[in-house]
Every structure is written in structure tokens, then in C-alpha cells.
């Protein structure tokens, strides 16, 4: 048999091997069932094992052909329609796609940079982010984040992008002046910070003050919503919750719903025009006909159960059992989020290394059948993260939470 302990390069021990989905379930080869608590990375929404996914993918491969990203085809026009019209705001129609997350924030982060060049504002390279952040795995997304322990040992491959605090506006503000905003591209940032901060969501007079000096300095607005993007908060989109629109929003995970690889980025006419006389490069696998077939049959399935309604009510369901399990408990310091996109952060003493208790937690979890997703870095320590699909059931939530409360006071309790 296939040693799978080498299947990632590294000897990290092998988790269960999955040979299925149904539902909230993830099957494993020896018959378990686990319920996915976390749709995998905050990726799964419409549940496992749809067919009608696997169906319309099965679709676009029959006497399909590779067609370059620059060509058109109907499936990839019906993508972008699907989410012009139905999902992405007014202002953003016009639509790039990738092959998930971390090519998303890295096209975006080129695309801030390739709009001032075209405007002759060549000296604007700078792409602000926020600390804790997290944007993905890519070099220029690794140096737009702050991340502390997957940019470890990547450090001198990295620009040195400025990072600002994630809730503290004074100390935003005179860090971008002090950068000289004529040399800043964009702020990039998460409407509620995902793997970094475990939920973490800045207030309103933060988000007001960081949209005022970005408009007054031609500063671009990036929203990075891979994570809190196609219903994940309860809303369509994280953005909602802070009060304007961005001048570009990119998305990947909840797009394919876990079935296909997929990503996009979106942008405003006065962010693309200026580009019209150049070209932007694409990548290779970008919008194969089989992943956008998936994408949008995912999307639909969206739209037509109304399951963006269904994650704000059942996220109101997790809150308040959340609260009443573990809203009191020694081990948790904060419960926050919304709809079905919530962190737990978790009281970590002085002498544990930063992460060591949410390995321990996420093990625990699994060991006793439910997989919830490890978080944290800098001022956040140790967390896990909620992220179930959408389609949970009470009874299915009672069980995530009876579990994760469970494996919290055994592993303080040790």
C-alpha cells in the first residue's frame, strides 16, 4: 500500500484516507464517518456529494478541448453572467478567473499594481495589509499577508509590504502616511479575518477610516473573500458587513464549493479601463471548461435552495449553542463571526508554544469523529474555526459543539 505519511512531501502523519462525501459527512476507506465541521478549509458549502456537480463537469469534459484563457466559450460567458447578474454588486462587472485563493490574491495584487502603471503612477508599488492576515500561499499573497508561521523561513523571498493594525484606525492611518500614500497601490484586506485571526472583524469607525483615506489618496480597495465570499457570513459577500464596496473583490473556495478548482477576481470599469490597450496575463489551467460547468452548477444550487438565507439562519442556530457551551468556559477566551463562519479563540498559557493547543484540539475533534479547522498567529495564538456547510442540520451542529466543547476541556484539563 502507498505510504500515505510522504503524500505531502513531509512525514507529518497521515490522516484518515476519504474515499466519499454525503452531506456534512466526509467517508472514510474503513467505513468512518466524519462530520466535516469545518467543510473542509471553509470551503464546502453545498454539502458533498451532489451529483448535479459532478454531472455538469461530466458535461463540459465530453468532446471537450483546451482553449486558451484569452478565448471565449459559452460556459465561461455563463459563469461570469451567473455572477455579474446574480451575485457580484453593480459596480464590479467585469471578471478574471483563476484556479482558487492564493492565484486570485496574487492577480489581484498585480492588477492594483498593472491599473497605476497604466495610469502613469508607475511609483505606486506598495500593497498595504493588515496584521493578522492571510491571503494565501504564493509569494506576492505570503508578503501582502501577516501570517506568522506560513511565512516562516520565506521571509527574504518577500517584499516588504506594510502591514497595518487589523482594529486600531490612528495607528492604520499614520502608518499609511508614513509609507507616503503616493507610492501605496491598494489595501488589501479580509472584511473578517479567516486562518490568521480566527474570525476576528474590525468596527465601523475602523472601516470608515480606512475607506476616507484610500478614496482621498486614489488607493485602491481589495477585498480578499475567499473565505467570507458566496454566502459563508450569512451575506453574499464579507464586504457587506463594512459598509462600502471595493474597487476589486477576488474569491476562490465557496466558487467551486469544493468540487473544482476556482477562483476570480473582480473590478471595477475605472480599475480595468485604464488596462484596455495592454494585456493581463492569465494562467494556464485558468477557466477550463470543466471547472467553470462545476462553478456554476454550484452557484445555482446556491441561488435556487437559497442557502446564503439558509447559512444566516443556521448560523444563528451554531452562535447560540456556541454561546451556551462554551461562552463561559475556562479554556475559550472569545467566541465571534458570523453565519456559519465562526472562530474560537483559545486561552493558551505562557509557557505553550503558539499553535500546540489547537493541534491538540483539532485532534481531539477527530478522534472523536469531527473535523474542525486550526487557526491563529500573532496576537491570536491558538483558535478553530467553524465552517460547516450549509446545508447543517440542529441536530448535526449539537454534535459539532458537543464535541468541540468535550475536546476543549480534556485538552485544558491536561
Known sequence: M?????????????????????????????????????????????????????EAVRGALDGGAYVIPLWSTPTRLALRDELVEHWLPPSLPNVYFTSGG??????????????????????????????????????????AGSHDRRRSGFDPLLLDFPKIPWDDAD????????????????????????????????????????????????????????????GRTGRMWGHEH?????????GGKGLGGGYVAMGMVAATDAVVEPLLAGSFMYFTF???????????????????ERLVERAAAMGDVLGARLDDALGEHPGVRQLRGRGLFRGI????????????????????????????????SGPVPDAVMLGPPFIVTDAEVEQIVDTLAAAITAVTAS
Not at 456534512?24 to 466524519?34: E, F
Not at 492594483?112 to 500561499?137: I, M, N
Open 345 to 376: 479563540e483559545l486561552v493558551s498559557g505562557d509557557s505553550t508554544a503558539p499553535g500546540a493547543l489547537t493541534t491538540a484540539v483539532v485532534a481531539e475533534c477527530l478522534a472523536n469523529d469531527v473535523w474542525v479547522y486550526p487557526a491563529g
Open 286 to 304: 485558468t477557466a477550463t471548461d470543466a471547472a467553470c460547468a462545476g462553478a456554476l452548477a454550484v452557484l445555482r444550487i446556491l441561488r435556487n
Open 2 to 54: 502507498t505510504d500515505a505519511t510522504r503524500y505531502q512531501f513531509v512525514p507529518v502523519g497521515a490522516g484518515p484516507t476519504i474515499v466519499g462525501g454525503d452531506g456534512c459527512w466526509l467517508i472514510a476507506d474503513d467505513g468512518r464517518r466524519i462530520l466535516d465541521a469545518a467543510g473542509g478549509a471553509i470551503v464546502v458549502n453545498i454539502g458533498h456529494g451532489r451529483r448535479e456537480v459532478a
Open 242 to 250: 463594512v459598509g462600502f464596496v471595493p474597487d476589486v473583490v477576488y
Open 171 to 230: 495607528a492604520a492611518l499614520k502608518v499609511i502616511e508614513a509609507e507616503d500614500p503616493d507610492t501605496i497601490a491598494a489595501v488589501l484586506f479580509e472584511p473578517i479575518t479567516g486562518a490568521a485571526g480566527a474570525c476576528l472583524e474590525a468596527d465601523d469607525g475602523y472601516w470608515r477610516a480606512i475607506e476616507d483615506v484610500c478614496r482621498r489618496h486614489d488607493i485602491l480597495l481589495v477585498a480578499d473573500e475567499v473565505m467570507t465570499g458566496f
Open 102 to 143: 492564493s492565484e486570485s490574491a496574487d492577480s489581484a495584487i498585480r492588477l492594483a499594481r498593472a491599473h497605476h502603471v497604466a495610469c502613469g503612477r508607475p511609483q505606486r508599488w506598495k500593497v498595504v495589509g493588515r496584521h493578522p492576515s492571510y491571503h494565501g500561499l504564493t509569494v506576492g499573497a505570503l508578503a
